[in-house]
């Protein structure tokens, strides 16, 4: 099983941009709720591997990244 | 039935547009933005598709920046509060509609004050009536596109340019214009871009957009304040808006069917063309004009115009403009009569006191619907 990792973003919307951003560099990604920041958290679901890239890319697109990202083992 | 009232809203709706809305409701109607399940996400999903179509009709490379209200007026209201504050004066053109005018008005109360600057299709004409009115204290110029009542279609590139220059924020009201006349708000240079999704995107009823400008990209949207606080979906434990757009600006449930049909809209009228869509709405538009000016005792108002938005303005002598109506309604032909919420470019066209009679049209419309009007008027204007 692969572990995911969530990318964390201000908003839904941005999430949403974020998604298809990722899509179109080879990363698959998810929208995704967490309970960061005391709840009602955005952000993207991907496969850890992937985490390091995808900020990369996510902040080259204009879309602002929060630092603390979560794993969650095993899903997906 | 004939309806010839499209610049109040368009009808009927494409069967995309219809399909949309239904689908919507049936399959995947969840609150957008609010839960991650799968509802939710697909609606999402749905909402950000909508916002992705908008953004590339105005030639915008930010979704995130559409903002989406309930209806045009919605979206002014939510673009002029967001920006205005006491102190600040306003420049609004001679052709605005209430959607415009009050707000702006309403606003007095907060120390914001306006003036009203000529609209005219003549661009040296319309910044010589902004330099005039420029004050100290000036911080936003409102244009109105293409009117709503006459052909009128103002410059916005040009006023674009002088707000730059000036250095004051401008926002397009293109109501009239979105879906008929090609805008790229890059090029124009406005902050903001407020339209309905209801008229010429032919989406329903039930939601309008305010598309910002680069310059309130991610926390930049916090420059804006907010018209309405509510719940956003994100940052739930804060008392405050999130800063980012559009979120920061859309408080409650979004009105996803309508948002599924507007992009429904978009996609048809893109399919076809604005341009193409303009061009034969102008033309159903002349067709009238000369007609009706053929008969006696019928004045259209600025004829050499019609062509530019599809719309013709005119009134009969001795016949009231609602009476006018009333009886093209009893021979199943639908247009609007009085001042159509646009006092101020009527005063700037000159119609009497009453107003006129306006038929506008859509891409649904024939020359037989044309045929039909003037046939009435004849009918009509014999009766007195």
Redesign the interface.
Known sequence: MTNTCIIRTETNTLALKGKKLLGTHGIRAETARTDAAGGCANGLRLPCESVGEARDILLRGGIPVLTDEKTERGKR | MIYLDNAATTFPKPLVVTDAVSECLSDYCGN??R??HALS?RA??AV?SC?EAIAALFGSDC??NVVFSGNATGALNLALHGMLRGGDHVLISGIEHNAVLRPVHAMLGEGVTYSVYPASPDPDEVIRGLEKRLRPDTRLVVACHASNICGIVLPLAEIGAFCEKHRLRFVADVSQSAGKIPINIGEIGADAICAPGHKGLYGPPGVGFVLFGDKY???NGKKLRPLLSGGS?????EAEM??????RLEAGTLPLPAIAGLEAGIRAVAAIGPERLAEYEGELAAKSADGLGDIPGVRVWLPGLVRENGIVLFTADGIPPEEVARRLDGRGICVRAGYHCAPLAHKTVGTPEGGAVRASFSMYNTENDVTALLEAMKEIVSER
């Open positions: 957008p933005g839960a991650g996400v999402a999903e950000y916002r979704p995130e990209r991610g926390e979906g994100s940052r739930s434990k999130p800063p980012f757009l559009p979120e």
